[in-house]
């Protein structure tokens, strides 16, 4: 799960094109981003991704011009 | 999406037991639990609601024990 701040006003063709431009370069870093989650109001981005390490989100946003503010890795589910 | 912190060391058990407990009383407060995830070593949880507003799902996580440190309405997804 990796989060983004400052993101206050994103519209959902915002979110749209940047989960996209991340789905068409994750494939460098054997990234997947299943869903992404925003609050316009606060500015908060939660991404949920499948990935070998926290680093490899961390280049993939980074190079898509979002980086995250925080990655943690979460390995248990319900 | 609502954020609890200081949960290092929890399991995969101490997980399911936390969401079973929310899912137990969530209709008090419209609240459907979809999904946690968990960083044992960070101790972030993340879980995903579906809730007629922050506040309610406030409200279960108090009942329940475990407060959450933040509460963000996500009203976009991808």
């Known amino acids: 799960m990796d989060v983004h701040t400052g993101m206050k006003g994103i ?4 979110l749209a094109a940047a989960h996209d431009a ?3 370069i994750e494939a460098e870093e054997g990234v997947h981003f299943k869903h992404a989650w925003a609050d316009p109001q606060s500015g908060m981005v939660y991404c949920l991704s499948e990935a070998p390490s926290a680093e490899a989100v961390r280049r993939i946003h980074e190079k898509t011009g979002h980086p995250a503010s925080e990655i943690h890795p979460v390995p248990l589910s319900v």
Chains 1, 2 share one sequence.
């Open 11 to 14: 519209s959902k063709e915002d």
């Open 22 to 24: 991340d789905l068409a």
